[in-house]
Each structure stands twice: as structure tokens, then as C-alpha cells.
């Protein structure tokens, strides 16, 4: 069985930092890309960060480069998601996802690849 499994959300302080988890099983970890995408209410979902557990490329939206660190452990089948110098809009639902390795996949255009599994997420509260 196929499984993606978030951990780690939270409430943080503005200007804080929280470390998101997403453990995968079932599925041959380093043929896939993991991504992070995340829900704000009333939002649409938005694709956060997308790396490689082949060969570590990675790729960050706009909005959170330089602030988030995506990394990956495959010795445990285990993404991270470093979420450093936090702000109010970062509040959301995390989800990992995960699609099988697609060339051009680690890129800006990652978030309109169709994913393979998802998490149901983990829900991250930033105060001001």
C-alpha cells in the first residue's frame, strides 16, 4: 500500500521555524520526485517545492525562496521541509506528493504535473 504521511505542522510565531516531515511507503523512493504544495482557506493549492530523491536538484516558488529548505533522507524514504523566517500568508495545509521521476519535472512548471499519491496533510499555523 501507497503512503505519503505528514508530520511536523503546527503554530509558530512569525519569524520562527518549523521542520515538516512526509515519510513515504510502498513505492520506490529515489524513481520519484517529492513535492510540497499547501492550501490556504479559500485559496488554491500552490506548489511550494519539488526535489529530485535521485539527484537532490531542487526547485522553490517564489514566494518562499530563500526562507524554506527542501531535503530529502533516503535511507528513511523521508522529505523534509525546513520552513524558516515563517510569516502569517505561509498558514496552510501542507501536502507531500510524489510522481514518478518526469524530465523537466524539477522546474517552475512542477505544481502542473499530474502527482501519483498524495498525503492528507498537515496544517500550519503562522501568528502574527
Known amino acids: 500500500e501507497v503512503q505519503l504521511v505528514e508530520s511536523g505542522g503546527g503554530l509558530v510565531q512569525a519569524g520562527g521555524s518549523l521542520r515538516l516531515s512526509c515519510v513515504a511507503s510502498?513505492?520506490?523512493?529515489?524513481?520519484?520526485?517529492i513535492a510540497w504544495f499547501r492550501q490556504a482557506p479559500g485559496k488554491e493549492r500552490e506548489g511550494v517545492s519539488c526535489s529530485s530523491t535521485r539527484d537532490g536538484s531542487t526547485y522553490y516558488a517564489d514566494s518562499v525562496k530563500g526562507r524554506f529548505t527542501i531535503s530529502s533522507d533516503n535511507a528513511k524514504n523521508t522529505v523534509y521541509l525546513q520552513m524558516n523566517s515563517a510569516k502569517p500568508e505561509d498558514t496552510a495545509v501542507y501536502y507531500c506528493a510524489a510522481r514518478v521521476l518526469t524530465a523537466g519535472i524539477i522546474g517552475p512548471g512542477f505544481s502542473y504535473y499530474p502527482m501519483d499519491y498524495w498525503g492528507k496533510g498537515t496544517l500550519v499555523t503562522v501568528s502574527s
Open positions: 510502498g513505492f520506490t523512493f529515489g524513481d520519484y520526485a
